[in-house]
């Protein structure tokens, strides 16, 4: 029962038969490889336009550089309360860009459109005191599990127009949202306004795959010189282009992201049903966050169940009723079975 | 006939064998794993000493983090004129380190101990404006192709010490070093002198395994924040261990490095025995440099060799005779095969 | 009727003095000259210790140096959600120190101390993705013109101590909020656990006299290549060593700050009088923020009078009753004269 | 007998007039007031072009914002290999633009232009391993006392524009060096091709008068932000508009820079004239480089003459005959009198 993170499993069977496939024989290296290129195509093909990709070793990675290459003197990126970059990055998106995150408020891990105007009001274009906007960040799906309907990326996208201010989406979990709307990767990306996007593919069945995708030529140049100054240019690159080609070929993206979706939603059944537990958010993707007592929280456990308590946010401090009880995530992945599933909807039973 | 690097090959057999060994299951990420600890706990055995492992994407990465992790304000950091650091990493260790880059000369690729003296005697103490002496950073084996002895090492390690200066090395090619010299890790590392190193396994036939690791106790918290900021803290770190238990299990790296070097001494002989080539050079480990005819160059091209130009390094820009000739390098690999070695030296007679 | 900054005023004519005084003949710049030296006494024998001073061009650029100081890789900074350093300091802070500042509510423009408690605990030392805290700042007199009492003050850096964090004043009315609490320098600092403080002399009748006072020798090393680097080192620093000679001999800056805080009282004492004017905040130092109808500041301007309109502060944006008042700023500094805030007064009751 | 630096006297009488004769009043600051406006209007004729202009406090922050503002990451900064950017400003270039600094040969302090083609050539366009050119930085005067002809400034910016780089002028003697060439300001600088200029007021007669002028349109919106968040946008800017004014008027910083410029060449004639001293160089400007034996300069010292003690410059290694003799500096100012300098000459007779 192993619900911690998607990143306690290893990697898919087709991945690894990809590294294999794809291992043999010399290439260039430095992302000038054959396997490389195709990958990019087979991206540009997906997402149905021209676009540039920065293969990169963590989601942190592609975030800070995002935020860095749209970045000048002065500027403040705009992100949710809660978003990774703000709480679980150590200050990287800042490093790289120089730049402050200032955090804005919105129910269930969605920037409050109003909340970003408002935010973003605050910084007059006269005067240079305060610093001067950046850049939007949105993050798809959330960090509590939920995921933004295309009308609400575009009321934030327009938001971040008005201010002519470049939109991010940190899409570590990209695939699990992805199904979850039942869209193209188009429709949520580019076609909404987002103009760079951290593509993750680690969570949902690779080793180590992530990819800064960039729609916007005109950051591309820039982009590359970041990327190598930050040490994140893989020299045998192809290991990257080779899951990617794994991950997408036939869609197994898909195929991995809705298994664990699905998982996530047997789960949530299993939480409604329990006496013992309540959701705390009605999941869209792949974690759910549920409410436990701390005893019930340790007789998991006790049972064999791996999952994490997780600080409330701030934005669901009153999601508890008393000390007794908190809040923790639970996360399925690709490698996550129905048993699984259901042995811990009988644990729950008590 | 592939020479252009060894971060051309894919990943040896082994390496691969050892990610699929190490694929199934759920384990924790973020350097937590089991595995994680058991490769730690080899280099620790394999370098008879206490040490912390930082996996790192890219070379760039691990010298970019030890510069760093030893830099404060107006920190200036001694390197050989020709370091990778200077000329390869697209301003990455300034960039991480905030600190300057001073290059030392020095022949064959080796930082002069003098010269070393002399650029760090320019920093008085009591005279903040120059800044101040930082650290030292060596690469092993060298950027031509060269190896330092123990003692040459130690003469570098001295001068560090009596400014109580950290010393790094750049191991990209720590493995065909050391067995080039038929020493131990310690004595190559800590007990001459090195606090910090850039330990790489890619080159030497991994997909991605480059390690930072720190011999001081001292530097090692500080790291674990540098290493996460910088977006290197890799969440399915398992996959990295995994190449290094492969990479290192039986001596399987010094097997490989040893294969490589002797197809570059091989290579090195038939270029002595070529009438159309000098060694430029004399290669310690697996990279030869090798003076030819241009034409001769383009001949070799077209039978199928694969292989650099290389501007002449500072310190040998008086081996060309003429504008008819360049100098070139050629690497060889755990993958190479002396076939390919002796077809390119049949190609050399003309 | 001039309130629309204290630095909207020229120097005193003491300072501008002092100028004259110390012209002529030459002397070693950069901060060695017999007069800086005297300076540096004579403040050590005013905060009654040993301490180190550094003269700056800006408050931002004392609070910027002193952030970075005390700042490591994945450090945070807690400071009060509406200090100068969060707001008004274009990402200065951050620029220099690489760490984010991370706000903390209060009321009256002072940290909460049991807000800062929860605020740190938020970053657990085991786990390193949330960055690690590194200092505390606070401001005295504070943004909205408020003074924390001595036992304000160590109420807060008893959290800073509990975490073992360095605790940072911004004192750009410091003189201000001294004569405020009739209290000692030293007492409202290193006694009450401040060891960073940003001295200011300019709102308070210099030029350009601002200082980063630093109680603790083991920063001082540090912050002098901080400094340098930072292009703040002054070659002719005795024009700033002569302005604060000329501000602090005699007690002449309490003698002006307990004018510009006189001031500011019977200015308080004109709205608290008015039917058309309330107090956001009672004034304790030299700044009064009220609250008009739109149309009475329009009126107010007509006559003469400069000051600014104040975006309501996050914690008092329940002031306005609304849309058709807002909130103003109001200071008095050693140059305004009783007659002009009378005639304030006279126009405030329409 | 004061020739240690040029920033050891104080200011020049008009300088501190005008300081009294603009201090009064009320006036809007950070470089919004009146003076501050009229100073940049004044600039403006002076240049004979429309400009922006930034006070800052040290030349080294005029340096590092210049170079900032131009910088994208790996970018790489081209100045002479003894500029001091280089060699004194504690790494500030580098911190501020995140930049490397490429060290250029060049006789007299002046940097070659083939020199700076060569260099130029290490960063091919397609190879972003090596970072990539970003700008090209001058010294007028240079670092040892000569000054570049119109030519060589041209024959320099020819090399920049063919590179499509920004040329900077570090001007910190700029009025020394354009009534030595008897040229005009926009001769020396925009119409040569520079676009950025420390204009360097503090050393000629002023306390502290440094100003970033900028050229380019394109760039001042920028620099405005990494201005404020260096910390170096002055709150009382108009002392520093004041300093400019009696700088400016009159011509009276050219007649400053004509006097210290006669004190040097009279200095110059002495030391030619004795059997113990020799010229290191030619004096064009302010300063005179001259090679003393080491008991001579103990003996001049004891008479009362302060200098330093020079570091050969690299360029310069060759001056020394044996090691009883050093290189040492000289430096006139608006303050020197002639009856010093014939003092000086006197006791240089032995």
């Known amino acids: 029962m192993f619900f911690a993170s998607d990143n306690w499993a290893g990697a898919d069977a087709r991945i690894n038969q990809a590294i294999l496939d794809h291992g043999g024989g010399f290439t260039s290296g430095y992302n000038n490889g054959e396997l490389d290129k195709q990958v990019e195509a087979q991206l540009s093909q997906i997402f149905e336009c021209d676009l540039s990709v920065f293969f990169v070793a963590t989601g942190t990675a592609a975030n800070s550089l995002a935020i860095a290459s749209v970045s000048k003197a002065g500027s403040v990126t705009f992100c949710h309360e809660e978003a990774h970059l703000v709480s679980d990055e150590c200050g990287g998106p800042e490093f790289f860009s120089g730049s402050r995150l200032c955090p804005v408020p919105g129910r269930l891990g969605k920037m409050d459109p109003a909340a970003l105007r408002t935010a973003i009001a605050r910084f007059p274009a006269d005067f240079l005191h305060h610093g001067r906007p950046g850049a939007v960040s949105i993050t798809q799906a959330t960090e509590i599990g939920t995921v933004h309907s295309l009308e609400e990326i575009g009321r934030i996208a327009a938001v971040a127009r008005e201010h002519d201010l470049p939109l991010h989406m940190d899409g570590a979990r990209f695939a699990n949202a992805l199904v979850s709307l039942e869209t193209t990767p188009a429709q949520m ?144 992945s690709f490698a996550t079975s129905a048993g699984e599933v259901d042995a811990f909807g009988a644990a729950l039973k008590g």
């Open 189 to 332: 990306t580019w076609k909404a306004g987002v103009s760079l996007l951290s593509f993750g593919g680690t969570k949902n069945g690779c080793w180590c795959a992530e990819a800064l995708i960039c729609f916007d030529p005109a950051l591309s140049g820039e982009l590359a010189f970041h990327h190598k100054r930050a040490g994140q240019l893989f020299s045998k690159s192809r290991f990257v282009a080779a899951q990617f080609k794994g991950y997408l070929d036939d869609d197994h993206w898909l195929t991995m992201a809705r298994h664990a979706n699905a998982m996530t939603a047997r789960l949530a059944a299993h939480i409604e049903a329990s006496p013992h537990a309540r959701l705390a958010v009605k999941p869209d993707a792949n974690e759910v966050f549920v409410v436990l007592k701390k005893a019930m929280a340790g007789e998991l456990r006790q049972k064999g169940a791996t999952f994490y308590e997780w600080a409330a946010p701030l934005s669901h401090s009153d999601l508890l009723k008393d000390d007794s009880e908190a809040l923790y995530r639970l996360v399925t």
